[in-house]
């Protein structure tokens, strides 16, 4: 058999990693290796890019539409035309009777790894003119949209560490030897991270647990869960004190509310945080000092710090450090990406928040979204604009938003729902009608969402490996199908994507810096026939002739286009290191990046409120903090049903100190009881001094063992849902973020005696058992 080889970005992660995949003459993948001419990944690949092809021939992978019987079981529809009409007719029936807020969108993570999520979701949403739109960004990094679209103007604009020139990364509440790096794509984060240490520089680590990457720095501090607001406010508070922060050069007057600031931290002195955060006054000192000493430094905070109480604050206090410290556009600091696709005279509006509001709890609207916090309540409650039907695409809210166990029972009541998702699993299996995107080996690969937050400039687009089969739409076709029926319309799709270009290409030769200003619609239209094949990629290639590294249709002869990209670049092209451009990027009403925005001072008063709480007074012994855990082999909840990656060391274990374990007379490989406000789950006890005392640790996107879904691998291996005790009721009320982290729990013990266990079935005793002892062993 002959076999072949192409080559793609990994879609699982924010890595970018290049593939080198190896193909037999069936389409079937047969080999997966890093692509050692990708310029940003040099060959560099992980556990899950290398189990590529199972995940693409995954045999319960949906390779067909499903509609769901009247008992509740889906069967495969007669084709897709008749899945695209129950489609339309399930909700134009909802919207008409009910009107537009009836009928929700919920957008999960890999919509952000596609091509087509980004091109199409927003018409989507336009298209039902619903405020009912919710997201994984509020299960995730919403903070830092709201501190950049205050701070910067542009909810976009967030800052990435540029790691490879600086000489100290203060690194919180992010694990990216597990992770891989989360809005900072960089493929080899590890060794990115060593390569800072053997050129001298110092990285250092906050986080309540000793991971790996707090092992590889050189310097792990322990914090209290959910309390990182306290460290940053002291952190900024003795740059002032201590007159370490003098206004850099390169941001001369272009900062407001220096002094406001300085103000509003006055309260905030290391010692008074110290017993709050658990982090001792001298060593804050030390650390502000070292970031301000440093030569080139930069602060990053990911999702430990963004899924919290303070979310917001945390995000916005990062970023003030890195301005305080002149680090903020600035080599070796903190900068901004300049993706290929985004042009830079686009017009854009200040950002503001609490356009509309949530109907149940008054939550406001950030983003264009709604917390995902809320969406039960939403379906749930009845009145004027209730939920009644879903849209989900790419996302499993019952495993991966707080409280899903309610959400679940919640997505029961609904009158229609469809998901655009490859696997029939714990979300999807309430659907009416699931439509499947092709695997991965049919799908066209440009990373629309990611490419602006990668440590250098750089733009890799990927074909297809293998043709679509017939009959079988791309993703970008059934997302275009669900504008249709969102819109009410008849239309072909095609019009759509024609409407797109033709706005575009009018607000293009109407503005006054772009490259094709003055000249004609029609002429750029027929150029972007002449290159590319597909609607998608005649986007791609328009957006990309329009960026900053464009040919502009022509303007500049040498620029990119998409034809060019393919054909002289099939393994990425590197535009080089990250370039100061604060000025392209800053947007905010007054011109000047917003060092105190008054919604943020305002919400530093919880903090303040806080402050002298003595939190361990009346402490049940049994109550802890719950915080969340990855693992590399695993990607949220839909990777566990590749048996290479639960094999062996799988990890859905509740880790908790050894003192708190002897205290409470738990041990390795008991069953205890986790309660929570919202829930109990029950999970296998795994005692290591890696987590702080105080704290205990489950990874998220486990719970595979609920009925009605067809993920065999992922049901042996069904772990416990998280998100059974997080709470929905707490969010960090700026951005309306979950609260995952520093979650109020109590551990109870929970042993099945020797006929089995108390009540429900314990949660894959012997396969967390044979983990941990097969993980003591090494
Ligand atoms: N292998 C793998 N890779 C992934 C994913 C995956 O599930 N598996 N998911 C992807 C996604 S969707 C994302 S968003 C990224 C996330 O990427 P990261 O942000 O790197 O995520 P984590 O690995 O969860 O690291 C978060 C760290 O925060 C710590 N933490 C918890 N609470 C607190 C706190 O209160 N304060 C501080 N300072 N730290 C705290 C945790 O102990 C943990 O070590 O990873 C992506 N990559
Ligand atoms: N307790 C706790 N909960 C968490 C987190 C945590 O740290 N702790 N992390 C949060 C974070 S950071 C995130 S991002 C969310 C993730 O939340 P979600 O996005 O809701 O969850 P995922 O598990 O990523 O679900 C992805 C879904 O997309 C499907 N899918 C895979 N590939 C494709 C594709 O190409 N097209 C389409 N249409 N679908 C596809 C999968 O089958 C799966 O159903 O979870 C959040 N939940
Ligand atoms: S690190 Fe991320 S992008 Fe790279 S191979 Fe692994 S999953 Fe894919
Ligand atoms: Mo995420």
Redo the contacts with the bound molecule.
Sequence with gaps: MGSRTAYRTC?LCEALCGLELTLDDSGAVTGVRGDRDDPLSKGFICPKGATLGRLNGDPDRLDAPLLRDPDGSHVPAAGWDDAFTAVRRGIRQVAERYGKDSVAV?I????A??I??PLYVAAIIRGLGTRNVYS?ST???MPKHVSSGYMFGDPLAIPVPDLDRTDHLLMLGANPLESNG?LCSAPDFPGRLKAIRARGGKVTVVDPRRTRTAALADEHVFIRPGTDAYLLMALVRTLFAEELATEPAHLAGRIHGLDDLRALVVDFTPERVAPVTGVPAPVIRRMARELAAAGRAAVYGR?GTC?QAYGTLNSWLVDVLNVMTGNLDREGGAMFPRPAHTAVYRARRPFTTARWRSRVRGLPEVFGELPVATLADEIETPGEGQIRALIT?????V????NGTRLDRALDGLEFMVS????L?E??RHADVVLP?PR?VH?PHYDLALLGFAVRDYVRYSPPAVPLPAGRPA?SDILAQLVVAAAGLDDDPAALDEIVIFDTLHKAVNAPGSPVHGRRPEELRKMLKDGAATRTEQRLDMMLRLGPYGDGFGADPAGLTLTRLRTEHPHGLDLGALKPRLDEVLCTASGHIELCPPSFAADADRLRAALDGDRDRDRDPAAMLLI?R?HLRS????LHNVPELVRGSNTCTLQLNPSDAERLGIGGGDVVRVVSRSGTLEAVAEPTDTVMAGVVS?P??WGHDLSGTRTEVARQHAGVN??AV?DEREIDPLSGT?V??GVPVTLHLFNPGPGGSPGGSPPDRAWCERDIASRSAQ
């Design positions: 879609p919920y999960g993570n890999p919509t790894h596609s087509a999520g994984a299960a995730d990094q989360s999702i899924t695409i790419g996302g499993n809210p495993l991966s938003t707080p655009v998702d490859p696997y699993n979300t999807t995107p991965p799908t993703e969340g990855r990607n949220n909840s839909w489950l998220h996107g998280v998100n997080t979950a995952f982290n």
